[in-house]
């Protein structure tokens, strides 16, 4: 009766050191997106869509920070905006530009869009060799209606806690939903324009941490204040 009792304390000790869920590696790496725009109205300006948006990008992502670099995106005075980082220590937005002075944005602003709805859509797809579910949402941000649709793998997990205070675009309300980075994005606005980014290509490595150093901003309140 000892033996028996031995033994089935040391598989509850296993059980606990191994046996519990363990909390997946975070992703580090890149990932490499197309572009594409469209719109419901085949009068619409689609090649200014496109400029707006760009052809292709590479998001960059390393513990709770990102840094997408993006190819062809011009804003409207015409300036192409280069590279979007993300810190959940400052849980800012640092925007840079070609001809123009960077961006900083806060990552909870005053204004917030309204979700409507939501739902999961499992075994949906499968992306740059891995298999997908998605996660949908419907919000409204004042009058413009928003249906955002995102892939994500399991494969590829993120912490959802880095993004807890960011609620741009809903991060802090999506990213506890699907707890991976995503890998596409398809926003469809008020059912007329239709935008959306998808992987091609998934790196896993480790990347160098200078590569998400925070720049010293020179006016970081008067670029702040700026772009809220």
Not at 90 to 116: C, M, W, Y
């Amino acid at each position: 009766m000892k033996t028996i009792y031995v033994f089935v304390c040391l598989i509850l000790s296993v059980q606990f050191l191994y046996g519990q869920e363990q909390a997946p590696e975070e992703f580090e790496g890149y990932i490499e997106f197309v572009h594409t725009v469209s719109y419901t109205d085949s009068t619409a300006d689609i090649k200014k869509a496109k400029e707006r948006f760009g052809t292709s990008s590479v998001y960059y992502y390393k513990n709770g920070c990102y840094k997408w670099v993006f190819k062809g995106r011009k804003n409207i005075d015409g300036n192409e905006t280069l590279t979007e980082m993300y810190s959940p220590i400052r849980n800012e937005v640092f925007i840079t530009f070609t001809g123009n002075s960077p961006a900083v944005r806060p990552g909870d602003p005053q204004k917030h869009s309204q979700v409507l709805s939501f739902k999961y859509i499992f075994e949906k797809d499968s992306l740059a060799g891995f298999p997908c579910n998605q996660f949908f949402i419907e919000t409204a941000y004042g009058d413009i209606n928003v249906k955002r649709f995102f892939s994500y793998s399991d494969r590829l997990p993120l912490n959802p806690e880095h993004f807890s205070h960011f609620s741009h675009n809903n991060f802090d309300f999506i990213y506890p939903k699907i707890k991976a980075v995503p890998l596409d994005i398809k926003v469809i606005m008020d059912d007329y324009f239709i935008m959306e980014y998808k992987a091609v290509k998934v790196v896993k490595k480790q990347l160098d941490p200078a590569m998400f150093e925070w720049p010293d901003i020179k006016d970081h309140d008067k670029l702040k204040g700026n772009n809220e």
